[in-house]
């Protein structure tokens, strides 16, 4: 399977470039940055949870739809760090995996009815609705036709941590299988992520220091 990484940042960085290089060995790398405005039928995958003075409408999750091929797809926001022995290994392990989505944090509204953002559900049927992490996440080409038909459909996309999951057929949650040791520095609380030593076979998120991304990234 070949492989295809699109990294999501708001403009080109230090911490894009790290993510390049770690990457550009195993397959196509692209990224994908953010715009200033708002790009017509390509908002929503951001829902209205970021800062009120972010001038964005349409983001980096927006545009990774517009054009993207149907292929399987490794996607990571540039605020994800790991290093090439810890990539080898998630692709190895995942090269046979035909899951819709592989991602973090997978649950159903049943099992987790108090994650705070539900009623961002968009056109989605609340009895259907999931919640994944997706900060780093492989998307299948059946998910990515389906995610471009809602946007057809309903001229725009919905929150990107419902959407995914809920259109998909199939899910694997990381942290449910061999890698989830892997990701136990991985959380959208900075709070709880160690960066104090870092280790091998680790993916994490989020990391704000352009050392400590180069840190991680370059570990060997």
Same mark, same amino acid.
């Given at each position: 399977m070949r492989n295809f990484f699109k990294i999501l940042a708001r403009g080109e960085s230090v911490k894009t470039d790290n993510l390049k290089k770690v990457l550009s060995?195993?397959?196509?790398?692209?990224?994908?940055?953010?715009?200033?405005? +708002?790009?017509?039928?390509?908002?929503?995958?951001?829902?209205?949870?970021?800062?009120? +003075?972010?001038?964005?409408?349409t983001t980096a999750w927006d545009l990774l739809f517009k054009d993207l091929t149907e292929e399987y797809t490794w996607v990571t926001e540039d605020d994800v760090a790991f290093n090439q022995g810890t990539i080898k290994n998630i692709l190895n392990?995942?090269? +046979? +995996?035909?899951?819709?989505?592989?991602?973090?944090?997978?649950? %159903?509204?049943?099992e987790n009815p108090q994650w705070p953002w539900w009623h961002l559900n968009g056109n989605l049927k609340d009895a259907e609705l999931w919640h994944s992490l997706n900060c780093f996440c492989r998307?299948?080409?059946?998910?990515?036709?389906?995610?471009k038909q809602y946007r057809d459909r309903h001229g725009k996309f919905t929150f990107h941590e419902m959407l995914l999951p809920s259109l998909a057929e199939t899910r694997t949650d990381f942290r449910e299988n061999h890698f989830g040791s892997y990701f136990n520095n991985f959380c959208w609380n900075p709070s709880q992520i160690n960066l104090n030593k870092v280790?091998?076979?680790?993916?994490?998120?989020?990391?704000?220091?352009?050392?400590?991304? %180069?840190?991680?990234?370059?570990y060997k």
């Open positions: 060995d195993f397959g196509d790398v692209e990224v994908i940055p953010d715009i200033k405005g +708002n790009l017509e039928g390509y908002t929503g995958m951001c829902g209205d949870i970021r800062q009120k +003075n972010w001038q964005n409408v392990g995942f090269e +046979n +995996n035909e899951s819709d989505l592989v991602s973090n944090r997978i649950y %159903s509204k049943h998307v299948s080409p059946s998910l990515i036709k389906k995610v280790v091998d076979n680790k993916v994490y998120h989020p990391v704000k220091s352009d050392g400590k991304h %180069s840190e991680i990234c370059h």
